[in-house]
């Protein structure tokens, strides 16, 4: 590949790019479970595995992983909906 020569044109175009990303990341109102894959309104960070890699899980989802767990640990819940 090579390097673009007009490069003012160039960086014009990746910063509409960012802007466009950026709308689209504020429009989300849900968000997928990492266990069951379903999208949800409210979602709970958690720790369930030896490796410790957060997850966000739903309600249903830390009823199976919760119990007799020695790796969970609870990191916040997230909601779509915000209150003011
Ligand atoms: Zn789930």
């Not at 309600?59 to 990191?75: E, F, L, T």
């Amino acid at each position: 590949m090579s390097v673009a020569p007009n490069f003012g044109r160039c960086s014009r175009l990746i910063e509409l790019k960012k802007v466009n990303r950026f709308m689209q990341v504020k429009r989300i109102r849900s968000k997928t479970c990492d266990r069951c894959k379903q999208e949800h309104d409210t979602l709970f960070r958690i720790r369930a595995t030896q490796n410790g890699d957060w997850m966000f899980v739903c309600k249903g989802c830390i009823k199976d992983v919760k119990p007799n767990n020695v790796h969970y640990q609870y990191g916040g819940t997230w909601k779509s909906k915000k209150r003011h």
